[in-house]
């Protein structure tokens, strides 16, 4: 087995799906620590999902993936759009006030996962080995 240089080696990308999940379950293990808990949990599913982009679309997911679920459900129970609409953006809006600190985790763990990757190198050009008149 060789090794490889660590310029040559593929750089791997996070995960916004992982980074989710992570987020999740360390969340609902460490919530019995109201600011550090969601702060760690959003530290390590920032790294996981592999930058600042994907870590703050892994934090806010899911509160908008409740809202949603919410006026789905809403509406299928009461058969009332206005009323299935109102209930999920309340619990929107409730869901989005519980993730300030998730998010500021989740924007400290994408520029860690960006800082410690190589940097990128461009694949050689035809111009290098060759001569175009």
């Known amino acids: 087995m ?3 240089d660590m310029t040559t080696m593929p750089r791997r990308e996070g995960s916004v799906v992982l980074g989710l999940i992570v987020m999740l379950l360390l969340n609902l293990l460490l919530f019995w620590l109201p600011v550090i808990g969601t702060l760690i949990a959003g530290v390590v599913g920032g790294k996981v999902a592999g930058g600042v982009g994907r870590a703050l679309l892994a934090a806010m997911l899911p509160s ?3 809202g949603m679920a ?3 459900l809403t509406t299928v129970f009461t058969g009332m759009p206005l009323l299935a609409m109102l209930a999920g953006m309340g619990a929107t809006a409730l869901a989005l006030t519980q993730v300030g600190t998730l998010l500021l985790g989740a924007i400290v763990g994408g520029l860690m996962a960006g800082a410690g990757a190589p940097p ?3 694949p050689p050009s035809a111009g290098q080995y060759f001569q175009f008149r």
Do not use: E, P
Request: proline share 0%; net charge positive; no cysteine.
């Open 64 to 66: 908008l993936l409740l």
């Open 120 to 122: 990128r190198r461009r």
């Open 70 to 72: 919410i006026m789905a």
């Open 2 to 4: 060789t090794t490889m």
